[in-house]
T-cell receptor
Framework: DAGVIQSPRHEVTEMGQEVTLRCKPISGHNSLFWYRQTMMRGLELLIYFNNNVPIDDSGMPEDRFSAKMPNASFSTLKIQPSEPRDSAVYFC??????????????FGEGSRLTVL | AQTVTQSQPEMSVQEAETVTLSCTYD???????LFWYKQPPSRQMILVIR??????QNATENRFSVNFQKAAKSFSLKISDSQLGDAAMYFC????????????FGKGTKLTVNP
C-alpha cells in the first residue's frame, strides 16, 4: 500500500514567488495534517483537516499561508509571497478514522523548501 | 498549553549496547497518549512506540521499550541491542485524548550508533 506522497521533494525559489506543496494521503485515511519542521522551532502543526474540512488552522503563520483539501485524496499548502524565513521542511501526515483516538500519524517524506 | 521537552540534543551508543533517551512533558490532562517517532536521514517520520496514559504497564516493541512515569510526567525510550539502522532523530510526542487532534512534539534527540 502506498504511503503518504508529497511533492516536490525539494523546492528552491526566490523571495516573492508563489510556492505550492502537494500531498496525497493514504487511501481511506480521513484526517490530514500539515507540519513544518525547522531547527529553531522543531515540528509545528500548521493545519489539519477531517473529512476534507479544515478543523484547526491556528498554526498557520500568517495570511501568506493557505491550505486546501478539495477531495479526500489531495491537499495543497500554498505560500504567496514566499519569504526566506519560510525555508523549512514541510510534512504532510494522514490518519485513519479508527486511529483517531490513539493519534498515530503516517508521515510523508517531506518537502524541503528553500527561499532565497 | 502542553509542552514536550527532550533535554538531550544528541546521544551516542555503541552497536549492541543499550541507550535511553529522555522526555518530559507538561499537561493538566489525565488521559493522553505519548509517542516516540523516529526520523532517519530519509526524513520520513516513523512511529516507534506508543503509550496510553491510563495503562500502567510500559509499552514494548521488540528492542524498544519505554519507562512511563505518569506522576513525574516522564516518558523515556530504551533501545536495547542498538543497531546501525537505529541511527536517526528521535522525537517524543504528546496527544490529549479527545478534543484537539494535535500532536505536540519535542525538539528531538539525534542518536548516533558507533560500530
Amino acid at each position: 500500500d502506498a504511503g503518504v506522497i508529497q511533492s516536490p521533494r525539494h523546492e528552491v525559489t526566490e523571495m516573492g514567488q508563489e510556492v505550492t506543496l502537494r500531498c496525497k494521503p493514504i487511501s481511506g485515511h480521513n484526517s490530514l495534517f500539515w507540519y513544518r519542521q525547522t531547527m529553531m522551532r522543531g515540528l509545528e502543526l500548521l493545519i489539519y483537516f477531517n473529512n476534507n474540512v479544515p478543523i484547526d488552522d491556528s498554526g498557520m503563520p500568517e495570511d501568506r499561508f493557505s491550505a486546501k483539501m478539495p477531495n479526500a485524496s489531495f491537499s495543497t499548502l500554498k505560500i504567496q509571497p514566499s519569504e526566506p524565513r519560510d525555508s523549512a521542511v514541510y510534512f504532510c501526515a494522514s490518519r485513519h478514522r479508527r486511529l483517531s483516538n490513539t493519534g498515530e500519524l503516517f508521515f510523508g517524506e517531506g518537502s524541503r523548501l528553500t527561499v532565497l | 498549553a502542553q509542552t514536550v521537552t527532550q533535554s538531550q540534543p544528541e546521544m551516542s551508543v555503541q552497536e549492541a549496547e543499550t541507550v535511553t533517551l529522555s522526555c518530559t512533558y507538561d499537561t493538566s490532562e489525565s488521559d493522553y497518549y505519548l509517542f516516540w517517532y523516529k526520523q532517519p536521514p530519509s526524513r520520513q517520520m516513523i512511529l516507534v512506540i506508543r503509550q496510553e496514559a491510563y495503562k500502567q504497564q510500559n509499552a514494548t516493541e521488540n528492542r524498544f521499550s519505554v519507562n512511563f512515569q505518569k506522576a513525574a510526567k516522564s516518558f523515556s525510550l530504551k533501545i536495547s541491542d542498538s543497531q546501525l539502522g537505529d541511527a536517526a532523530m528521535y522525537f517524543c510526542a504528546y496527544k490529549a485524548q479527545g478534543g484537539s487532534e494535535k500532536l505536540v512534539f519535542g525538539k528531538g534527540t539525534k542518536l548516533t550508533v558507533n560500530p
